[in-house]
């Protein structure tokens, strides 16, 4: 698996994933109707790729057959399939997506995502992220070292539906163990003079 930049030519596929995951995957902690508001009305046009402040990251398979016919597919000409897609926003310190087709959830494509988004916000001087998590999600964050901070609700709409989704919000310091704040507050400094 190949995480990368994501590109315009991706977007097409990564609304497909968006759509597919927050239906079939978010029927774990969902009704349907609000899975399916939830899923919405995605365009290629909700990844906004020159947003300084952004990094969108796509992982790509190799092509599997075996997978069948719902797979999003990299149009770049037999890349491989799109298995997921992570944002992370570092202007605002937070991870704003991780998701993962369902057709490979639960192959570690989640946590391959999370970990460049990670590792991009500590390049950028960050030393600690925050996200809104879907009930369905909270476990995988978790894993991941994240603490949930609050329990509230966010609005979501598409497909013609309005729901109201139960969410997490989470934290994570990505301060290395061990490591003292004021040391940590330094590499910070640096990172943001240069």
Wanted: aromatic share 6%; charged share 25%.
């Amino acid at each position: 698996m190949n995480v990368r930049n994501m590109t315009d030519l991706d977007r097409g596929a990564v609304a497909n994933l968006h759509r597919r995951s927050a239906r079939e995957l978010g029927a774990r902690a969902y009704d349907e109707e609000t899975a399916k508001a939830w899923a919405g009305d995605r365009c290629h046009c909700d990844y906004d790729l020159g947003d300084a402040g952004s990094t969108f990251v796509v992982a790509v398979t190799a092509p599997d057959v075996t997978r069948g016919p719902r797979v999003e597919r990299s149009p770049g000409g037999g890349e491989g399939d799109v298995a997921g897609f992570g944002h992370l926003n570092a202007d605002a310190g937070a991870v704003e997506a991780v998701y993962v087709s369902p057709t490979y959830a639960g192959d570690g494509v989640g946590t391959r995502l999370l970990g460049v988004l990670e590792s991009r916000a500590v390049e950028t001087g960050l030393d600690e992220l925050s996200l809104v998590s879907s009930l369905n999600a909270v476990g995988f964050y978790e894993h991941h070292g994240y603490a949930v901070t609050d329990a509230t609700t966010v609005e979501t709409r598409g497909s013609g539906v309005t729901a109201t989704l139960d969410v997490r919000t989470m934290e994570k310091s990505l301060q290395p163990e061990g490591v003292p704040e004021e040391q940590a507050s330094s590499r910070m400094s640096r990172a943001s003079s240069s």
